[in-house]
C-alpha cells in the first residue's frame, strides 16, 4: 500500500471518528429533548389540557433517537473497520 493509500485511510478515519463524536452528543441531547417534553407532557396532564400532540411528539422524538442510535452503531462499526485497516499498514 501506498503513502497516500494509506492517508486516505487515516483521513476517513478520522472523518468517522468525528461523526462519531457528533452522534453522541445529538443522541444525548435526543434524550434530553424527551425528558423535557415529558416533564411538559406532566405538567398539561396535571393542569387537565389536552395531551394527546405532547405525547404524539414524544413518540416521534423516542423513534428518531432509535433511529440516531441505529446510525450510530453503523459509525462504530465503520470506525473498527477503518481502525483495523490503519493499524494492519
Known sequence: M?????????????SEQQLLA???IDIEEGWMRIRNQQDL?????ACGHD?????????????TLI?????R???VQRVAYLE???TSH
Request: charged content about 35%; proline content about 0%.
Open 67 to 71: 433511529e440516531w442510535e441505529r446510525h
Open 41 to 45: 407532557l406532566d405538567w398539561l396532564q
Open 22 to 24: 457528533k452522534a453522541d
Open 2 to 14: 501506498t503513502f497516500a493509500d494509506d492517508a486516505h485511510w487515516v483521513e476517513q478515519l478520522r
Open 51 to 63: 395531551t394527546e400532540q405532547a405525547e404524539r411528539l414524544i413518540g416521534l422524538l423516542k423513534r
Open 84 to 86: 483495523a485497516k490503519v
Open 73 to 75: 452503531t453503523l459509525i
